[in-house]
């Protein structure tokens, strides 16, 4: 099925990863919620872990597979970034791909951000972290950013309540963002840019 390509990039390094369950659950939520919304989608995951060449890239181009996760994510109408909290910020792994990344490649470009981590004491890692980092990109982070500890995300399920409502919070903002880009808003913000 071709229409709006939603990408999810995952920069968790455990196996299994909590972040790559949580960037995996809210692609295929708001796919389902754009299908229904009758924004027809196609879906791709980005696990940088999984890339076997990213720790040896120092330039473009890279592998054929490292190469394809950097297009896919350029190439996104919506992306859904996640990472996992390290030292208060998002993972090594995570910001060596986003570094490769064309840096024209995201203006306008939606941005669900997700982290996980294992306290709220770095809740904020999402604004003062992540959403600066698109900034640079002059990309378009949704206002709602999620960030799930186990208590909110255990066993690959959103814990019922606050955490839930977030994050069909978010799922409501990336679909209107999605109408907006299959009406072209994005392209008309990169030619203006
Ligand atoms: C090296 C390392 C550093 C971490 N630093 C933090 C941190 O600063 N704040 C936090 O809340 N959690 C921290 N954590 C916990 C992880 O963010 C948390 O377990 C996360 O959900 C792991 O995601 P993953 O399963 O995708 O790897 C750290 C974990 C590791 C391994």
Redesign the pocket.
């Known amino acids: 099925m071709s229409g709006l390509k939603i990408v999810g990039l995952?920069g968790?390094?455990?196996v299994?990863?909590?972040?790559?369950s949580l960037v995996e659950l809210t692609v295929g939520r708001i796919a389902d919620a754009a299908r229904v919304a009758g924004l027809a989608n196609t879906t791709e995951v980005v696990d940088i872990a999984a890339l076997e060449e990213i720790g040896g890239l120092r330039a473009r181009p890279g592998s054929p597979a490292v190469e394809a996760a950097l297009t896919a994510v350029e190439g996104a109408d919506l992306l859904i970034a996640g990472s996992?909290?390290?030292?208060?910020s998002y993972s090594g792994l995570f910001k060596h791909f986003v570094d490769f990344l064309d840096y024209r490649g995201l203006i306008g470009l939606p941005v669900a951000l997700l982290a996980?981590?294992?306290?709220d004491?770095?809740a904020l890692?999402i604004e003062h972290q992540l959403r600066p980092l698109f900034a640079f990109f002059q990309a378009q982070p949704l206002g709602t950013g999620i960030f799930f500890?186990?208590r909110d995300f255990g066993n690959g399920e959103i814990t019922p309540g606050a955490s839930q409502q977030r994050f069909e919070q978010l799922v409501d903002e990336a679909v209107r963002a999605l109408a907006g880009a299959r009406r072209g808003e994005r392209n008309a913000k990169a030619t203006a840019a």
């Open positions: 995952s968790g390094l455990s299994p990863s909590r972040t790559l996992p909290v390290y030292k208060g996980t981590g294992g306290s004491r770095h890692a500890t186990e």
